[in-house]
């Protein structure tokens, strides 16, 4: 009898049951290695991931591809191919066909682009099949079973937590033919799929129960009760995501004191990436990462990349000086526009391993380089800047693993299942890691995937449901936390939950995690002197930066310091892409919503092309353009009202009591001598928590434009909600106005001022001068 689990750490948790024992151990394994032995795949080798990617874009070399709008140059078609395999793999494991999706209730093109998958499908497994190959795309169909390994095993118990694909659903009937399956499984109500699997087999489950089954014999062997006593939750919100660290070290502290040994506690993160968060801040190597660390925090990755950004802008001083820093010779960028041989390339990246790189890293690089040689082999030499690309494309997906020795556990959900832990920490638990969200949905909708019996968006939710259910429900203490502001919201799962709020002072975490030991020594944090505040015009903009923080204010307006450039996506691009189409839309008169919807597409093609836009931008972008069809209609319907834009992204200035002001408007709109003045808002507005909240804030935008408008007469001031499409009106406007006043004339009076930095150190978490002020996060 062999035991099968669905990860590493629940087959080592079993082993760790015998380790007081003086026994044989039973044999245990992963379900994904079962699977490896149970199938094989005759005269065929398991294609890597480089040639799978390499062959997908030698498939899509035909007229009617473009059509899908995925870009074919090389290293682009990589980056974006992830979601072509995503898709192909998933209907090749639920064993469905192309021709089998229903084209009812989908958009026009669908069936064009459909015939154009079923093609590129074609061509992909075609070049497979001429290079003796398989991958995860092809080996449902090409698989045999291995009866002889099925036969030797004596039977199988598969301890299951989620539920099997159609394909892993055919492996465990036909394995019956050679050997008695048990099923151990938890039966809950977000897991209705396995229920309805049991059902088909004859065997009727309860809810709430652990249920033990033998397949062969279609036989309920037992249940037991899943969870006999209700956990204690508390859940805390912050402004901040960094403040989420001190969150995670004060819960542990009260777990231990509530007697939870510290292997018994666990901390889990939707988002693995705020690891590397944790890390900065575990000083006493209390954690256990269970991720590892991605090799993507290696100085060889840091080399790398430096290079190929000082590639792509050279005339960055950052780049230039990053190199500098990193002692990388000026020879290697210079060979970047060469196209050179495997043993060329080869050579080159050895340049980047340093005698003094941790072993385990140069272990890795190698091995992969090893293979990477093998794979350029066999391809037409590229760009040395494709293939550093290339190379660490590999790179990124290998991690180091943790050997700091700490009792307690940071892992991700899915590293998770079947794990039992007294005290559960959950950070990050906000609505847009929680549910994760699939790239297997780009091409098909929710309810064609219903109609299709293919897995839906609720489905995967449920999933996701299961795995939070089951950790939470075993433990006995749970502490969650996610960030609530503007831009962020708690998980809807939390909802769910019975849980206590609690409602700790966010300083008193800010406090644990920023010390004077981390600041830099000798750095002056003020500056007194005599000026001008209104030598040159005020913006709203300038004036929140001065009240939220003076010495920000010094670097930015009066020393000039530009902030760093960011490279990655974040929600200021969404921002400045709906400003853009609106923009664009509002120009010229307003037709029809056809005619609103056309040109939002023409522009969103533009920006692209002429910025090159990554995949998750054009999501965000598609997301936006159907959000932006609410607001069509509204528009719509006010134009004939009579409602006209007067003014749209116009600079004002003007001279208020001696003092000039200025700011570019978004938009002002006119009927007859009625005005109203816009804020457009892409983030979330919580309406009167957020209005309330802004009593108190440093943001007076609606006040300050208002009072540039002056001249117009009297004018309503609103912010423009996006999302919903709806105006919201600050309930606190004249409050906020005479507070705005006031500032100002505090500001004329003054002749001296001090710049230093802020009380609240909230402020510091994402400030670009932080570490010119001496503040380390």
Same mark, same amino acid.
């Given at each position: 009898m062999i035991e099968i689990f669905s990860t590493a750490r629940q087959v080592r948790e079993f082993y760790e049951t015998f380790s007081k024992t003086n026994q044989l151990l039973p044999k245990a394994i992963t379900i994904s290695d079962f699977e490896s032995k149970a199938w094989y795949v005759p005269e065929r080798i398991l294609a890597d991931e480089d040639t799978r990617a390499i062959l997908m874009r030698e498939a899509s070399a035909f007229k009617n591809f473009d059509k899908l709008k995925i870009p074919r140059e090389f290293m682009a078609f990589l980056q974006n191919s992830e979601y072509i395999f995503r898709f192909f793999e998933e209907l090749a494991n639920e064993e469905k066909e192309l021709e089998e999706l229903d084209l009812n209730d989908t958009y026009a093109e669908f069936g064009e682009h459909i015939a154009i998958l079923k093609e590129l499908? +074609?061509?992909?497994?075609?070049?497979?099949? /001429?290079?003796?190959?398989?991958?995860?795309? +092809?080996?449902?169909?090409?698989?045999?079973?291995?009866?002889?390994?099925? !036969?030797?095993?004596?039977?199988?118990?598969?301890?299951?937590?989620?539920?099997?694909?159609?394909?892993?659903?055919?492996?465990?009937?036909?394995?019956?033919?050679?050997?008695?399956?048990?099923?151990? +499984?938890?039966? +809950?109500?977000?897991?209705?799929?396995?229920?309805?699997?049991?059902?088909?087999?004859?065997?009727?489950? !309860?809810?709430?129960? @652990?249920?033990?089954?033998?397949?062969?014999?279609?036989?309920?062997?037992?249940?037991?009760?899943?969870?006999?006593?209700?956990?204690?939750? =508390?859940?805390?919100?912050?402004?901040?995501?960094?403040?989420?660290?001190?969150?995670?070290?004060?819960?542990?502290?009260?777990?231990?004191?509530?007697?939870?040994?510290?292997?018994?506690?666990?901390?889990v993160l939707p988002d693995e990436g705020f690891a590397s968060t944790l890390k900065e801040f575990d000083r006493f190597n209390n954690l256990n990462f269970a991720m590892g660390f991605s090799m993507r925090e290696s100085l060889f990755f840091k080399r790398v990349q430096a290079v190929l950004k000082k590639?792509?802008?050279?005339?960055?001083?950052?780049?230039?000086?990053?190199?500098?820093?990193?002692?990388?010779?000026?020879? &290697?960028?210079?060979?970047?526009?060469?196209?050179?041989?495997?043993?060329? &390339?080869?050579?080159? *990246?050895?340049?980047? $391993?340093?005698?003094?790189?941790?072993?385990?890293?140069?272990? $890795?690089?190698?091995?992969?380089?090893?293979?990477?040689?093998?794979? *350029?082999?066999?391809?037409? #030499?590229?760009?040395l800047s494709d293939a550093l690309q290339l190379f660490l494309k590999r790179v990124q997906n290998r991690s180091l693993d943790d050997n700091t020795g700490g009792k307690v556990t940071v892992m991700g959900i899915l590293e998770s299942r079947g794990a039992k832990y007294d005290g559960v920490i959950i950070v990050r638990f906000n609505d847009d890691v929680v549910p994760k969200r699939s790239n297997k949905d780009l091409f098909i909708s929710s309810s064609l995937r219903a109609k299709c019996s293919l897995p839906s968006m609720e489905d995967r939710e449920n999933l996701q449901r299961f795995f939070y259910s089951r950790l939470i429900n075993n433990a006995?203490?749970?502490?969650?936390?996610?960030?609530?502001?503007?831009?962020?919201?708690p998980s809807r799962f939390l909802k769910t939950l019975r849980f206590e709020k609690l409602n700790y002072d966010e300083k008193s975490y800010s406090d644990v995690i920023i010390e004077k030991s981390h600041q830099i020594k000798n750095v002056p944090r003020s500056f007194c002197f005599a000026y001008d505040f209104f030598e040159k015009p005020l913006s709203a903009t300038a004036l929140k930066t001065y009240i939220e923080c003076s010495l920000k204010y010094f670097f930015r307006y009066i020393r000039h310091y530009e902030?760093?450039?960011?490279?990655?996506?974040?929600?200021?691009?969404?921002?400045? =892409?709906?400003?853009?189409? *609106?923009?664009?839309?509002?120009?010229?008169? *307003?037709?029809?919503?056809?005619?609103?919807?056309? /040109?939002?597409?023409?522009?969103? %093609?533009?920006? %692209?092309? #002429?910025?090159?836009?990554?995949?998750?931008?054009?999501?965000?972008?598609?997301?936006?353009?159907?959000?932006?069809?609410? &607001?069509?209609?509204?528009?719509?319907?006010?134009y004939e009202e009579g409602w006209r834009v007067f003014k749209l992204e116009e600079w004002f200035e003007r001279d208020f009591e001696g003092i000039r002001l200025t700011g570019r408007i978004d938009r002002i709109d006119r009927m007859n001598d009625k005005y109203l003045l816009l804020d457009y808002k892409t983030g979330?507005?919580?309406?009167?928590?957020?209005?309330?909240?802004?009593?108190?804030?440093?943001? =007076?935008?609606?006040?300050?434009?208002? @009072?540039?408008?002056?001249?117009?007469?009297?004018?309503?001031?609103?912010?423009?909600?996006?999302?919903?499409a709806k105006f919201i009106e600050d309930n606190f406007f004249s409050e906020k106005k005479a507070r705005l006043i006031e500032h100002l004339f505090e500001l004329k009076e003054k002749k001296e001022f001090v710049f230093e930095a802020c009380k609240d150190k909230k402020q510091c978490f994402f400030c670009p001068y932080k570490v010119l002020c001496g503040v380390w996060i």
């Open positions: 499908l +074609t061509r992909y497994c075609a070049l497979l099949d /001429k290079n003796s190959l398989y991958d995860a795309i +092809t080996l449902p169909k090409l698989a045999r079973i291995n009866s002889s390994y099925l !036969s030797s095993l004596g039977g199988l118990r598969v301890h299951l937590e989620g539920y099997l694909s159609a394909f892993e659903l055919r492996l465990l009937k036909e394995a019956k033919n050679f050997c008695d399956i048990y099923v151990i +499984t938890p039966i +809950t109500a977000y897991n209705q799929k396995v229920k309805k699997w049991l059902e088909a087999e004859g065997i009727v489950t !309860s809810l709430d129960t @652990l249920a033990e089954c033998c397949l062969n014999k279609a036989e309920l062997i037992k249940e037991v009760k899943l969870y006999e006593k209700a956990p204690k939750i =508390f859940y805390q919100s912050f402004s901040s995501a960094v403040l989420e660290s001190a969150f995670v070290f004060e819960k542990i502290e009260m777990m231990v004191n509530l007697g939870i040994a510290p292997q018994n506690i666990a901390v590639y792509a802008e050279d005339d960055e001083i950052e780049h230039q000086k990053r190199i500098k820093r990193l002692k990388i010779s000026d020879d &290697v960028c210079v060979d970047l526009s060469k196209r050179m041989t495997a043993s060329e &390339v080869e050579l080159k *990246l050895e340049t980047f $391993i340093k005698d003094d790189d941790p072993k385990e890293q140069t272990d $890795i690089i190698l091995e992969e380089l090893f293979l990477f040689k093998k794979f *350029l082999e066999n391809i037409e #030499n590229l760009l006995s203490v749970v502490a969650i936390s996610a960030v609530e502001n503007e831009d962020k919201l902030e760093p450039k960011r490279f990655k996506y974040d929600s200021r691009d969404v921002g400045r =892409f709906v400003h853009d189409i *609106l923009r664009g839309i509002f120009a010229e008169p *307003l037709v029809s919503l056809e005619q609103m919807k056309k /040109k939002a597409r023409e522009i969103t %093609k533009q920006i %692209k092309e #002429n910025y090159g836009k990554s995949a998750l931008w054009e999501l965000e972008a598609d997301i936006w353009l159907n959000k932006l069809e609410t &607001v069509f209609t509204k528009e719509l319907r006010r979330r507005i919580n309406t009167q928590k957020y209005l309330e909240k802004a009593l108190n804030s440093s943001d =007076f935008q609606l006040e300050f434009y208002a @009072l540039l408008c002056v001249d117009l007469g009297e004018i309503k001031t609103a912010f423009y909600d996006l999302n919903e």
